[in-house]
């Protein structure tokens, strides 16, 4: 008696599409069931080395909220100048939201997913919009709830 592994092929992927309110949601909530969208572990064919994840457009992303002092003691490092001494850049959450909103999702999205090609191509179904407007209505996305 054997079990045969189920593998999906690209015939069998249906990719949806999603839109997400994330104004007053907490970020790390969002950014996980996000990130189990982009994934396709919502799916019965889900399969773990291939991309069977749904589009997902997230609009209102300047209004997620952080728990407890994030908003002034989350830090963002990222490196200007490939190593070089002095090419490490830091920026609080604070400062981020100001400058470029839609980033504090992206990258809460990004780091929950594999640090592969994988990753980067489930990275590609995801759109982030500063505002409740989106130009994805074309698709006819279906409105998703956050769960708390």
């Known amino acids: 008696m054997s079990q045969r592994t189920y ?5 069998d992927i249906k990719r949806q599409w999603h839109v997400i309110d994330v104004s007053d949601k907490v970020l790390g909530r969002a950014a996980s069931q996000i ?7 919502h799916k019965a064919i889900y399969t773990p080395s291939i991309d069977t994840g749904d ?24 490196h200007v100048w490939a190593g070089f001494p002095g090419g490490l ?8 939201r100001q400058r470029h909103p839609e980033d504090i999702l992206l990258n809460a999205v990004r780091r929950m997913l594999p640090r592969n090609a994988l990753g980067r191509q489930m990275m590609t179904k995801l759109r982030v ?7 994805h209505q074309a698709q006819k996305p279906v409105a998703r709830e956050v769960e708390a």
Do not use: F, M, Q
Not at 35 to 41: F, M, W
Not at 130 to 135: F, K, L, R, S, T
């Open 7 to 11: 593998s999906a092929r690209p015939v």
């Open 35 to 41: 990130a189990t969208l982009l994934k396709g572990k």
């Open 55 to 78: 589009h997902v457009v997230v609009i209102n992303a300047e209004k997620v909220r952080v728990t407890g002092s994030k908003e002034t003691d989350k830090l963002y490092h990222r």
């Open 89 to 96: 850049k830091t920026t609080t959450l604070e400062k981020l």
């Open 129 to 135: 919009y500063v505002g409740a407007e989106h130009p």
